[in-house]
């Protein structure tokens, strides 16, 4: 509704259970990282992180949000796979989804069905490949994901070969925010072969990387038509890493997303967003910081490097 003051829309992220040891898969220190920085952007976002470890307890915290956004870990894991039905009266209301990282991947069926409903794609096991690589995009398209965000790389797990819905004009559309070449070295582990691993590749990657030559889509956008009421989806398949989130132009094309799917309008320069430290990082992590932590270093030159750019 209109508001002068105060607050206009309500974003609820729901971060999943502790994960992959100290640094990585950081899904409640993320999304307390992401809210903390809506809140502060001035654009009329009230944020509510739900840490029940799975599905929120209380589902009726949905009832009056504009957005949801999710990071949990995926597949038959997934925290929304036992809840597709009840979620999915959520989503027709309109209401925005963003899924990061592993929170995009799903199980093929009913659950890869719901995702392509919400978000218009997904990372579909023995389909799609999770690689670690550094991704270059150098172009960013019109949109307003994009505003202020400048081309980037950066060393990430980015996921790619989603699947995508198949467009018609009856089910709205995705338009690709992120989309880079991946190197040969991210087919290596699909070369052996024999054993068949559902994030390692098949021929279908092969052939559309290696021989097609296709850019690869590690994040997008998706609007919904009728039967979801015109809610809008993002998925974003990088932030393995928790110290990316002190990348301005990854960070800001995140949180102009969020605001993107709350349908709050995304300030031509994208959403305000202050410097991240290491001190900022370190905060609400699952695990308790290693005594000897000796990926600190690699980190910190990674987070000058962003500077610099």
Request: hydrophobic share 40%; charged share 25%.
């Amino acid at each position: 509704g209109f508001c002068l003051q105060g607050v206009d829309k309500k974003v609820v992220f729901v971060a999943g259970p502790k994960s992959h040891g100290f640094f990585a898969h950081e899904h409640a220190a993320g999304c307390k990282l992401l809210a903390e920085h809506l809140e502060a952007s001035n654009l009329g976002i009230e944020t509510i992180v739900v840490t029940d470890g799975g599905y929120p307890k209380d589902p009726s915290v949905f009832k009056d949000a504009d957005a949801v956004v999710i990071a949990c870990d995926g597949g038959v894991r997934h925290l929304l796979n036992k809840n597709l039905k009840e979620f999915d009266q959520v989503m027709r209301r309109g209401i925005g989804l963003a899924c990061i990282h592993y929170g995009v991947e799903t199980t093929k069926g009913p659950a890869g069905d719901h995702f392509l409903k919400w978000i218009g794609g997904y990372f579909e096991p023995y389909w799609s490949v999770n690689p670690v690589w550094n991704a270059t995009f150098k172009l960013l398209p019109k949109h307003p994901i994009a505003q202020g965000v400048k081309p980037f790389s950066m060393h990430d797990e980015w996921y790619y070969h989603m699947r995508f819905r198949e467009a018609t004009s009856a089910i709205g559309s995705i338009t690709p925010i992120l989309s880079a070449h991946p190197p040969e070295n991210t087919m290596k582990r699909l070369k052996s072969g024999v054993e068949k691993h559902p994030h390692h590749g098949n021929p279908d990657v092969a052939n559309a990387v290696l021989k097609r030559k296709e850019a690869q889509h590690v994040a997008w956008a998706y609007q919904r038509g009728e039967d979801y009421n015109y809610g809008r989806g993002f998925g974003f398949t990088g932030a393995h890493f928790h110290e990316n989130w002190a990348s301005l132009d990854a960070r800001r094309l995140v949180l102009n997303a969020i605001a993107w799917i709350a349908k709050v309008d995304v300030p031509v320069g994208g959403v305000k967003t202050a410097e991240v430290t290491l001190d900022d990082l370190l905060k609400n992590q699952d695990f308790p910081k290693p005594e000897n932590w000796n990926s600190q270093k690699n980190i910190e030159q990674k987070m000058a490097n962003f500077r610099r750019k």
